[in-house]
C-alpha cells in the first residue's frame, strides 16, 4: 500500500458502501487485518428493496442481484433469494455488529465503538450512512430506512389500515405504491407535485397520473407536522387542515451520520467533503451517503446506491495506490419502481422541457427517451423500457 505499511484497516459502517470498500480493497491487494464495524445486528442488505419487494412480500425480486457492484444490484435482477438479500461477502474481514462508532482520534489513529473497544487502524474507511429525517418524536410517526423498519411496516400493512404518507419524494411515492398495493387507502402529502424536485415536470406528470388512476390522493402543501391530539397522532397541514389516519409513515429526506466524528474537524455542512478520489486525507476515505463529493454543481451529497458503490470503489483503491488511483468518474444513476412503472435514468436530475423520444411515446407506455444537452449528451431514462444499462449510459455521451 501507498504511504508506509499498512497491517490494519478498519471500515466503519456495513451497507452497500463499506461492503463494497472491502471487496475492492481486497482485489488491490490488501492482504491485511481488515475489520467492518456495523451499527446493525443484520449482515449487509440491499437497501433499494425495502421500499419495493420486501415492503409487500419479501419474495419479489426488488434488490436482488450481484448485490456489490453490479448494476442489478441497485435494479433487483437476479433470483433464488428474499428480495434483500445479498450474496455471502468475500471479503474475509473481522465483522462487529450491532455496535456503534462513538468517536474517533486522527492523531492515535483509533476508532472507539459504544462498547468500549478502541479499534487501530492504519487506514480507515467512514461509510456511516444516513438516517432518516424526522417531524416528530412520536412514536406514532414511522419512517423507512433500515431492514427493521421496512419488516414492522409491512407487519402493519397487513391490517390493512389507512395512511397518510408525508413526503412526494422517490421513497415517499414508493411508500404509497406498496400501501396502496396492499389494499390500504392512501393520501400523500407533498410539497407541491409530488417527485418534481427530483425528476423534473415532465416525468413527475406521467408518475403521479398513473398513481391517481390507482386510487391515490395527493394534498399538496407548503409544510406538515404531526402532533398528537386527544389521545390521536394526526397531520396538520400549513392551512390548518388535518388529516387522520391509522397510519403515519414520514419520508422526508436524510440526516448524514456524522455526529460520531465531532472534533475530528472532518465535516462541513451536514457530511464529510472528499477530494475526487475520496480521500479526506490521506489515511481516510469517506464514501456513501455522508461524503460531499466534486461534481460539476460541487461539492454534493448523492445518496444513491450506485453512487454508494462507485465512490467506494474509487476510495478504496487510493487508500490502496495513493495517487496513482484514478478519481471518480461519476455517472448518477437513478431507478424507481412504483404504481406500475419502472424508471431508470441516467444523467443528472431534475429535467427540464420535454425528452425526445427514441422509442415509443408520451402516455405512460414503454419509451426511451433522451434529454440532450449542448455538446449531445444529456440525461436518458427508460419508462417500463427493458434496455441494458451501458447501452442507455451511452446515450449521455457528448458526440465526437
Not at 4 to 23: E, F, M, Y
Not at 194 to 222: C, H, I, K, S
Amino acid at each position: 500500500m501507498s504511504g508506509g505499511t499498512v497491517d490494519r484497516v478498519v471500515v466503519v459502517g456495513n451497507g452497500i458502501a463499506g461492503l463494497t470498500a472491502a471487496d475492492t480493497l481486497r482485489e488491490e491487494g490488501f492482504d491485511g487485518e481488515l475489520t467492518i464495524v456495523g451499527d446493525e445486528p443484520h449482515p449487509a442488505y440491499s437497501r433499494p428493496a425495502l421500499s419495493k419487494a420486501l415492503l409487500l412480500d419479501g419474495d419479489g425480486d426488488g434488490g436482488k442481484g450481484s448485490g456489490k457492484g453490479g448494476e442489478g444490484a441497485r435494479e433487483g435482477e437476479g433470483a433464488g433469494t428474499a428480495a434483500h438479500e445479498l450474496p455471502p461477502a468475500g471479503h474475509g474481514a473481522t465483522e462487529l455488529l450491532g455496535v456503534r462508532a462513538t468517536g474517533l482520534s486522527l492523531d492515535r489513529r483509533l476508532v472507539t465503538l459504544d462498547d468500549g473497544t478502541a479499534l487501530p487502524y492504519d487506514r480507515l474507511v467512514l461509510a456511516t450512512g444516513s438516517r432518516a429525517r424526522r417531524l416528530s418524536d412520536l412514536p406514532e410517526e414511522l419512517t423507512l430506512r433500515g431492514l427493521d423498519d421496512a419488516l414492522a411496516l409491512r407487519s402493519r400493512l397487513a391490517a390493512r389500515p389507512s395512511v397518510v404518507v408525508v413526503g412526494g419524494g422517490p421513497l415517499g411515492m414508493e411508500i404509497a405504491s406498496g400501501c396502496l398495493a396492499a389494499g390500504c387507502r392512501v393520501t400523500l402529502v407533498s410539497q407541491g407535485m409530488p417527485l418534481t424536485a427530483q425528476l423534473g415536470p415532465y416525468l413527475a406528470g406521467v408518475f403521479v397520473e398513473a398513481a391517481l388512476d390507482q386510487g391515490l390522493t395527493v394534498v399538496e402543501t407548503g409544510s406538515a407536522r404531526i402532533e398528537r391530539r386527544g389521545g390521536s397522532a394526526r397531520v396538520v397541514l400549513d392551512d390548518g387542515a388535518v388529516l387522520d389516519a391509522e397510519l403515519f409513515v414520514t419520508a422526508v429526506g436524510d440526516i448524514a451520520n456524522t455526529e460520531w466524528l465531532a472534533g475530528t474537524g472532518l465535516t462541513a455542512k451536514g457530511a464529510v467533503p472528499v477530494d475526487s478520489r475520496g480521500l479526506v486525507r490521506p489515511d481516510v476515505a469517506a464514501v456513501g451517503d455522508l461524503a460531499a463529493f466534486p461534481t460539476p454543481y460541487g461539492l454534493r451529497r448523492v445518496p444513491f446506491w450506485s453512487s454508494a458503490i462507485e465512490q467506494a470503489k474509487a476510495a478504496a483503491r487510493a487508500l490502496v495506490r495513493g495517487d496513482d488511483a484514478p478519481p471518480l468518474r461519476f455517472q448518477p444513476y437513478f431507478w424507481t419502481e412504483q404504481f406500475g412503472l419502472s424508471l431508470k435514468a441516467v444523467g443528472y436530475l431534475p429535467l427540464e422541457g420535454e425528452p425526445d423520444h427514441v422509442d415509443g411515446g408520451p402516455g405512460g407506455g414503454p419509451a426511451l427517451m433522451h434529454w440532450p444537452d449542448g455538446d449531445g449528451g444529456g440525461v436518458a431514462a427508460a419508462l417500463n423500457y427493458r434496455i441494458p444499462i451501458p447501452r442507455l449510459r451511452r446515450m449521455t455521451r457528448p458526440a465526437p
